[in-house]
């Protein structure tokens, strides 16, 4: 089996960031902002495990567990937000919540 | 018995606290007790330390009692540390005896006023802090005194608040000693700087080592320090706030605007000596001060009809006595001239206080008259301190400081004829307006009804000051009488002798002959024009010079007018122009400039997390280009 190249998966992390970015960017639905939150979250643990990989070092591998348990605890949190969200402004558009304005 | 020099200042203090926190509960006989007792304690105290340093004088007759280290700073190590020489011991008996019998007359004097208990109060803490001004071992603690004293007088001035022309005359007090307090401080500023020690002893013996005679630093030093001694001297040219500061009670004007507070320039330039010693030029103003400040106040107080008016423009005079001694480097007579007059003086405050509240606060004494009936006791104890004022000699304590003065002003190295003839002027008109004072309130007929006699409480105190107005002379007798004088030499362990040439007895005794027949005939015409023909004083007022030159002397020279013209004036109407306050435009300038920024940045805050996500973004963005492409 022949190891794939680093910068492929690098790209590739770059690549899924990036949609993600761009979904986060664009998105007026406050769940599919959370969804490519998770997608950048989850780009970043690929650019870990690669670089990992590429070093034959096990920290890459640990730091993805964080990412996920950290990803986990995130969506708990945001999913009540949203439900509160929901309830108070009977919206889900994140443009129509913006009475922080300054 | 020394060990316990601590006690005599804090005693007042500590009754001082009492009084202020508790005093409003207390019955008036108890506060009475406590502030009156507290400074006899002093006193009592003070006489004991006194008859053991006298008696057996401690090694280079100086007692220093160390407490503690008040500020820890580098080498900037002032002490609460008092420090007993023959000057602070005078100093200290003065302040604690004198004061105490003028405490004891205002426990009669204010016993019907509300303000009893704070009264005591101000007075304890004004006993207290001019104890700390004389004990002081350094000038920081010196200069605490001071501003302590300056304080309580403050205080004391604008004791009866109600009334708004007391509180100004307060501040006036206040804000024109403070200009003297200011140049004083930056002497002491001067003096720290070159020197690195505001200790007493170490400034003194290391100014006389480092600078020479005639330097210019002395110069500047002695200057700044005579700056403050006027301004709390009442002297030329900062005198204006003293005949204003009898708004307060009479037994304040007794204690704080005679005997103690205002001669505390006289004990500075006395124990700062050293620093005159070295600068001539300085020593020669102190003189001409003097001099010159006992002519304008003694003409002043020639036209004034308001009894206390008279005696503070007296009180001005007579200081300028002391300053004219100091400047011609007559220290211990400078010194006797204090301790004479702060008997006599005292005196004479508590008989025109007597007299002001048995006459229902009536201050003009042409409304009096032929008092003497009426108060004899009063009369006769007024009489002697006004004998000893005028210096009537032999028998008056005035006399013997007076004569030893004028004396000096002529043959120490430094006094000149001119200064003598100063003196000489000076003493004139002092027998003048003295004497003016005595025929119109105690003379004639009487205008008046007194509805109340002098109870034991203040009798007791003017009797005791009259004796000592009387015997307090024989401690000093010139060469002409024996030449007794223990009070110099006891003086010499701490302030030089005067440098003077030798004069022969016959030479002393023609001074004195000019200087006696000089007061008997300024005695003579105040008899004449104010008891015999007073029409005659009355055609005087009347012609036109006369008109002029009262008005003059009455508005004390001028000086008022000067004052509010040149400096009150403009003030005022420098703050009306800039009422809207240039100098805070800049700072309106940097709060628009913050607005602005405010009004800009506040439009980023959106509401939206979209736009803030692409903030981050962008930010990110940023920060990773210009790591990767520098």
């Given at each position: 089996m022949t190891a794939i190249p680093m910068e492929h998966g690098l790209l590739l992390a770059a690549v899924l960031f990036m949609l993600g970015l761009i979904g986060l960017l664009v998105r007026r639905n406050i769940i599919f902002m959370l969804l490519s939150i998770e997608v950048m979250l989850n780009a970043a643990g690929l650019a870990f495990v690669v670089a990992g990989a590429r070093w034959a070092q096990a920290e890459g591998q640990i730091m993805f567990m964080f990412i996920l348990a950290m990803a986990a605890a995130e969506v708990a949190v945001g999913l009540a937000l949203v439900l509160l969200m929901y309830r108070k402004f009977k919206t889900l558009d994140s443009d129509q919540v913006s009475r922080m304005r300054g | 018995m020394l060990s316990l020099l601590w006690l005599v200042p804090a005693i007042p203090y500590f009754s001082f606290a009492i009084l202020a926190v508790f005093g409003k509960r207390m019955p008036k006989s108890v506060s009475g007790l406590l502030g009156v007792g507290s400074v006899g304690i002093s006193a009592v105290i003070s006489v004991l330390i006194g008859i053991q340093f006298i008696s057996s004088p401690p090694e280079g007759d100086l007692f220093l009692q160390r407490l503690w280290t008040w500020i820890g700073v580098g080498n900037f190590q002032p002490e609460i540390a008092f420090h007993l020489d023959a000057l602070s011991l005078l100093m200290m008996l003065v302040v604690t005896i004198v004061g105490f019998l003028i405490h004891l007359y205002s426990w009669e004097f204010m016993?019907?006023?509300?303000g009893f208990s704070r009264f005591f109060a101000y007075m304890n803490l004004f006993v207290g802090s001019m104890l700390t001004l004389v004990l002081a071992n350094n000038l920081v603690l010196l200069y605490l005194g001071w501003e302590g004293v300056g304080l309580c007088s403050y205080l004391l001035i604008g004791f009866w608040y109600k009334d708004s022309y007391n509180g100004a005359a307060a501040r006036k007090a206040f804000i024109t000693t403070r200009v003297g307090d200011t140049a004083m401080a930056i002497g002491l500023f001067l003096l720290f700087w070159n020197l690195g020690s505001l200790d007493i002893q170490e400034v003194m013996s290391s100014a006389s080592m480092q600078w020479g005679t005639g330097s210019g630093i002395a110069l500047a030093v002695a200057l700044l320090l005579l700056g403050g001694a006027v301004g709390k001297s009442a002297q030329l040219p900062l005198q204006v706030w003293l005949p204003d500061a009898?708004?307060?009670p009479s037994p304040v004007s007794a204690l704080i605007h005679a005997a103690t507070m205002v001669t505390a320039g006289v004990y500075l330039i006395a124990r700062t000596h050293v620093i005159f010693d070295l600068a001539p030029i300085a020593q020669a103003a102190v003189a001409i001060v003097g001099a010159a400040t006992l002519l304008i106040a003694g003409f002043s107080a020639l036209k004034q009809h308001d009894i206390k008016r008279v005696l503070a423009y007296s009180t001005i005079s007579q200081i300028g006595y002391m300053f004219l001694a100091l400047g011609v480097g007559a220290y211990s007579a400078a010194m006797f001239h204090f301790m004479t007059h702060a008997f006599f003086k005292a005196l004479l405050f508590l008989g025109a206080g007597a007299l002001i509240m048995c006459l229902h606060h009536e201050h003009n004494m042409f409304k009096m008259g032929g008092m003497r009936k009426q108060l004899p006791l009063t009369f006769w104890t007024f009489l002697i301190g006004s004998g000893a004022l005028a210096a009537v000699p032999l028998i008056t304590a005035g006399f013997y400081s007076k004569d030893l003065i004028l004396w000096r002003a002529w043959t120490s190295d430094s006094g000149s004829p001119i200064l003598w003839l100063a003196g000489i002027v000076g003493a004139f008109i002092t027998a003048v307006y003295t004497f003016r004072m005595v025929f119109v309130t105690f003379f004639g007929e009487s205008k008046m009804q007194a509805d109340r006699k002098p109870g034991v409480r203040i009798s007791v105190p003017l009797v005791a000051l009259a004796i000592l107005a009387l015997i307090?002379?024989?401690i000093e007798m010139p060469h002409t009488l024996g030449h007794f004088a223990p009070f110099s030499k006891f003086m010499h362990s701490v302030l030089p002798e005067v440098h003077a040439g030798q004069y022969s007895i016959s030479a002393e005794l023609l001074f004195q002959i000019i200087a006696v027949v000089i007061t008997l005939s300024g005695i003579l015409i105040a008899y004449i024009f104010y008891y015999r023909k007073p029409e005659l004083s009355a055609n005087v007022a009347k012609s036109g010079i006369g008109t002029v030159l009262g008005r003059f002397f009455y508005s004390g020279w001028g000086f008022d007018w000067l004052y509010y013209t040149f400096l009150v004036g403009p003030f005022v109407w420098i703050a009306r122009v800039n009422k809207k306050d240039i100098i805070d435009f800049i700072y309106t300038i940097i709060a628009m400039i913050c607005q602005i920024f405010n009004f800009i940045f506040r439009q980023t805050q959106t509401g939206r997390v979209r736009s803030y996500a692409a903030g981050i973004a962008f930010g990110a963005i940023v920060i990773i280009a210009i790591v990767m492409f520098t």
């Open positions: - | 016993e019907d006023d509300e009898m708004a307060g307090g002379g024989f």
